[in-house]
């Protein structure tokens, strides 16, 4: 099970850190993802990390803004929004890979959280 936290309504260049809660064996086994899904748009992928947390992927568009992060105590990953744009606004999906490394299509995701919203206003 994964429960996604953190979504909210901030202003752009403003931050925002998103949490992703994993219970079982999903956190300690596999890599994780957070992908969005803007209205009108396809889900993509975000950013995403190994199951160690040593290696990480960003799509273009968020790098050098975003940081993705887990707690291995808390069974917990998450995602730090920086320099938020409109663009940005989405609904915002933890995911878990079917390996672990991090995951880079849903296809590879097997496991899904119920998402957050993030609203960023210009």
């Known amino acids: 099970q994964l429960q996604a936290s953190g979504g909210g309504l901030v202003q752009a260049g403003g931050s925002l850190r998103l949490s992703c809660a994993a219970s079982?064996?999903?956190?300690?086994?596999?890599?994780m993802g957070w992908f969005r899904q803007a209205r009108g748009k396809e889900r993509e992928l975000v950013a995403a990390?190994?199951?160690?947390?040593?290696?990480?992927y960003y799509v273009d568009s968020v790098k050098g803004r975003a940081t993705i992060s887990k707690d291995n105590a808390k069974n917990t990953v998450y995602l730090q929004m920086n320099s938020l744009k409109p663009e940005d606004t989405a609904v915002y999906y933890c995911a878990a890979g079917s390996s672990w490394l991090p995951p880079r299509l849903e296809s590879e995701c097997t496991n899904w959280g119920q998402g957050t919203q993030v609203t960023v206003s210009s």
């Open positions: 079982g064996r999903t956190f300690s086994v596999y890599g």
């Open positions: 990390i190994s199951r160690s947390g040593g290696s990480t």
